[in-house]
């Protein structure tokens, strides 16, 4: 109806009406997302993805430009809107307007669900190595400038399909099916972990699959910035397979890797398992002895170190199995290091949890591949803002924390002839963490 005002009445307070009435004005609620934009101008990561795309529309026909579309996506993400379905409404978000370098008041508004649909589904595989490409160069170029070691942690996980998407395939292990997309955190002296890449991959029972290019390109990356730099490869036993260990070995990168037992190095921890189950009448539950072999299976092109830990625990001897490079080190001092790759385990769920990366549920492959990237952008602005926070107490916060506490702020947007005001709730309780990321975004 013309000119009509929504009123709906409340329970009074101490004698007064309250009444909610949307007329507003220009109003949002995620004036947060220019923080995630500050954090994009500050390393540049939209503008280096669009770099490796190309746009095959007709130019008299674009009213959308590739990066207006990308710094779209990825901010919506970031803020919690992870299907392109929320940006019907979102497309006349002041805020995610100004973020995306237009005035809220300008009657083109931003790109529609159909037209991100159109531009997830024509991407090339070229262009998303590309893109891969260019998003670990950005996130290598973050570490400190005397970096003299680099961990690259790599792990798989589940993300179940619902539809008919293509390559999804069965998984036994998971009892479902699923894509199988593989992650790539690398964590540099300081032992701040960021997300350096993502491969897509189907259910097809090999856990190797990929693997390789994976790391060659993870370690290409690392050197084009740090020629001299100390590279370890840490993963669990799905990765620890004779071709990738060999690779390692000629390239001169470090690794510690989970191992399956066999037959042989099962009778290798005899002795150990032994060891463990007679301490434990004297130690009692927990206890634990190590163990120091050399093991080669048949698929390695030598025998490498194996360490082997048995620990007593409810009548129960659990055993397992490391395979490392590294000769110096004391036995329980590489396990000890090995079992803090679970922090990634940490990464991997909040970006499965507070990043939703697992909204692959589009037909083609190459399309759900592009969503991944897109999500795995979004994780790399907010570990921007994660850094920016170092001396604070939010300086482990999780990406769900931030955006709940930081981000999702409401604000009244006011455009003058010379300005955009954004105003703030006086009551905002975090306004010195603002203070604090605006300089260390903005100024720094």
Same mark, same amino acid.
């Given at each position: 109806?013309s /000119? ?7 329970? /009074?307070v101490t004698g007064? &009406? ?7 004005? &220009?109003m949002?609620? %995620? ?11 500050r390393?540049?990561l939209v ?7 190309? %746009?095959r !529309?007709?130019?008299?026909?674009? =009213?959308?430009s ?5 710094r779209e ?5 970031a ?11 979102l497309r006349?978000?002041?805020?995610? =307007?100004?973020?995306?370098?237009k005035?809220?008041?300008?009657s ?14 024509s991407?090339g595989?070229? &262009? ?10 950005? +996130? ?5 400038a005397?970096?003299k ?13 619902? /539809? ?16 199988l997309?593989?992650?790539m ?7 701040r ?7 897509l991959?189907?259910?097809?029972? !090999?856990s190797t =699959? /990929? ?8 370690? !290409?990356?690392? $050197?084009?910035?740090?020629?001299? +730099?100390r590279i ?20 001169g +990168? ?8 066999t037959?042989?190095s099962?009778e ?7 060891? *463990? ?5 004297w130690?009692?539950e ?18 490498? $170190?194996?360490?082997i ?18 000769n110096?080190k004391a ?8 079992t ?6 940490n990464?991997?769920k &909040?970006? =499965?949890?507070d990043l939703c990366?697992?909204?692959?549920s589009?037909?083609?492959f190459l399309?759900n591949?592009? $969503? ?5 952008a *979004?994780?790399v ?8 926070l170092?001396g ?9 924390t931030l955006?709940l506490r930081?981000?999702k702020?409401?604000a ?5 002839s ?15 963490i ?9 100024f720094?």
């Open positions: 109806m /000119g009509y005002t929504l009123a709906l009445e409340f329970p /009074g007064r &009406e309250v009444i909610g009435t949307f007329d507003g004005g &220009e949002t609620s %995620d004036a947060g997302v220019l923080l995630i934009s500050a954090a994009d101008r390393i540049g503008s280096a993805l669009c770099e490796g795309m190309f %746009d !529309r007709q130019g008299c026909k674009v =009213k959308h590739l990066v207006d579309m990308l996506r990825i901010f919506s993400v803020m919690g809107y992870e299907d392109a379905n929320d940006l019907d409404y006349d978000d002041p805020a995610l =307007k100004v973020a995306c370098l005035r809220p008041k300008e083109d508004v931003l790109a529609s669900q159909p037209t991100i649909s159109r531009l997830e589904n991407v595989r070229k &262009e998303l190595l590309r893109m891969g490409m260019r998003m670990a160069r950005l +996130v290598v170029s973050q570490l400190p005397d970096t070691e680099v961990i690259l942690d790599i792990d798989a996980t589940d993300d179940p399909c619902h /539809g008919q998407q293509e390559l999804r395939l069965f998984d036994g292990h998971y009892g479902t099916y699923c894509y997309p593989l992650y955190h690398i964590t540099d002296q300081t032992g972990q960021r997300l350096m890449g993502t491969l991959r189907s259910a097809c029972g !090999r =699959k /990929g693997v390789m290019s994976f790391v060659r390109l993870a370690v !290409r990356v690392v $050197r084009l910035r740090f020629p001299d +730099v370890i490869v840490r993963g669990d036993c799905g990765f620890g397979f004779g071709k990738l260990m060999n690779f390692c070995d000629s390239q +990168v470090g690794y510690v890797f989970a191992f399956q037992s037959k042989t099962a290798m921890a005899l002795p150990i398992q032994m060891e *463990a189950a007679r301490n434990h009448r130690v009692g927990g206890c634990r002895e190590y163990g120091d072999v050399s093991y080669q299976a048949k698929t390695w092109s030598r025998a490498r $170190r194996m360490i830990k048995a620990e007593a625990s409810g009548g129960v001897v659990d055993t397992r199995y490391i395979v490392t490079s590294d110096a036995t329980e001092d590489i396990y000890g290091w090995y803090q790759r679970g922090d990634q385990e990464r991997i &909040e970006m =499965k949890l990366s697992g909204r692959t589009c037909h083609r399309a591949q592009f $969503r991944l990237l897109v999500h795995s *979004a994780c602005l907010m570990g921007v803002l994660q850094a920016a170092s604070t107490s939010w300086a482990k916060a999780q990406v769900g955006r930081l981000l702020v409401g009244r947007v006011v455009e003058s010379r300005k955009v005001w954004f105003h703030l709730p006086t009551s905002f309780p975090d306004q010195k603002w203070e604090h990321l605006h300089r260390r975004l903005l720094r």
